[in-house]
């Protein structure tokens, strides 16, 4: 034994050990409803301070991830329209060789023109000179319209771009803003998130998940509430008044029948609520006018 624990025998089987350590942990489900209650309103004002603490971020997380979304997709239709460029380009040198092999095509018939011996075979060759000219002019017409495709697409691109350069320079002014938010508040949240998971082995596994799916469906982020003038604290409908004894009972788990929410007392929640004594003053007064009537 050293400072009060007993210290693991060396040669202890460890699967020996580890059984004697989890009987040593306290089980959940042997708790009590009050001490369930009251360790889950632990866990929902811990929670309540993470959500806090995220919402000094307000909207810059979501901002941030718009703003890489819309570079992405910039990114991409600047990619599209690189290729759409590329294309037209290669489009051009092909018909650039083509013009090359028309305009030789026209040299050697122009050439045997010279050697034939019939009107039929100078028809012919003078036909395939005025096809292979068609063919060049059409060649010319297919670059000159490509020439115009690019110049778009480049003016296309350069805008693109432009809009990638101004979204880069948003995101980092948003990035640096958010980091300096996130600096501030990720050491109060790592010890605030520690202690939720303390709150969370505490409470049996049925419960902390009815807890959450509450949570996660309630408009301000609370499972839990306690009794706010004979009214639930989250919804602030009515409670009847045998619901609300059973709850300052803290023999079972109440829900509010309107929203779902876990109801807990405000003294289990360490909530001191004040008696307004309006009433009765009003109710002093009166006796005392009479008394004075009396008199008189």
Request: aromatic share 4%; with cysteine; hydrophobic share 35%.
């Amino acid at each position: 034994m050293q400072g009060g624990q007993v210290l693991p025998d060396p040669h202890m089987h460890q699967s020996h050990y580890l059984f004697i350590r989890n009987m040593a942990k306290k089980d959940p489900t042997d708790l009590t409803v009050e001490k369930k209650l009251e360790t889950l309103f632990q866990l929902q004002t811990t929670l309540s301070q993470i959500d806090e603490k995220r919402a000094l971020r307000g909207e810059l997380p979501l901002e941030v991830q718009d703003l890489e979304d819309e570079i992405a997709g910039l990114r991409t239709r600047i990619e599209k329209i690189e290729n759409e460029i590329s294309e037209f380009k290669a489009a051009i040198t092909q018909k650039k060789g083509d013009i090359e092999d028309a305009q030789a095509s026209v040299a050697r018939y122009k050439e045997q023109l010279n050697d034939v011996m019939n009107n039929r075979e100078y028809d012919m060759l003078n036909k395939e000179i005025v096809f292979q000219e068609l063919e060049i002019e059409l060649c010319n017409k297919k670059i000159r319209e490509a020439l115009l495709k690019i110049e778009e697409k480049e003016a296309l691109l350069a805008q693109n771009q432009e809009q990638v350069d101004c979204r880069l320079q948003i995101l980092d002014e948003k990035k640096n803003e958010l980091d300096a938010i996130m600096q501030e508040t990720r050491e109060e949240e790592d010890k605030l998130k520690e202690k939720a998971r303390g709150y969370e082995e505490k409470i049996e596994e049925r419960l902390l998940t009815s807890f959450k799916r509450i949570r996660k469906n309630a408009r301000n982020g609370l499972g839990i509430v306690y009794v706010q003038r004979d009214a639930c604290g989250g919804c602030f409908n009515k409670i009847p008044p045998q619901q609300q004894l059973d709850i300052k009972m803290h023999k079972k788990i109440i829900v509010c029948e309107y929203c779902g929410r876990i109801l807990i007392d405000p003294e289990l929640a360490g909530v001191k609520t004040v008696a307004t004594d309006e009433k009765p003053k009003k109710r002093a007064s009166r006796s005392r006018k009479k008394v004075e009537e009396s008199e008189d």
